[in-house]
């Protein structure tokens, strides 16, 4: 699937924290695995920093696995012990798509 057409659904997507529609300017693909994809997303009106994992299929919505701020994503690196809310939620974030997760960063990265 183009990716420009990826870019055009997510911009029908709102900001979790203001409601603000994301614009496709600030959407980033950062890969994917089939109909998996791994996005970063700036909302223009607050600011915030996404994350996001989406199931993207042939001419459907978007379905957003998770949407993980910077913020929360620096946690999940810097803390050692972390709470069950945020294991639970890493658990969620991971469940479905093992190692890919790593796998796609590392390549993005390499
Ligand atoms: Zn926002």
């Known amino acids: 699937m183009e990716e420009k057409l990826i870019k055009k659904l997510m911009a029908s997507i709102k900001c979790g924290v203001c409601g603000q529609q994301y614009e496709i300017d600030n959407i980033e693909i950062l890969g994917h695995e089939e109909n998996l994809w791994f996005l970063r997303v700036v909302c223009v009106a607050c600011q915030t920093q996404y994350l996001a ?20 994503l620096d946690k999940f690196r810097k803390i050692e012990g972390l709470t069950a809310d945020e294991v639970l939620d890493m658990h969620n974030f991971l469940k479905g798509f093992d190692g890919n997760f790593t796998r796609i960063f590392n390549q993005k990265q390499a």
């Open 53 to 72: 994992a989406a199931v993207i299929k042939d001419g459907k919505m978007p379905e957003i696995i998770t949407d993980l701020t910077e913020a929360e």
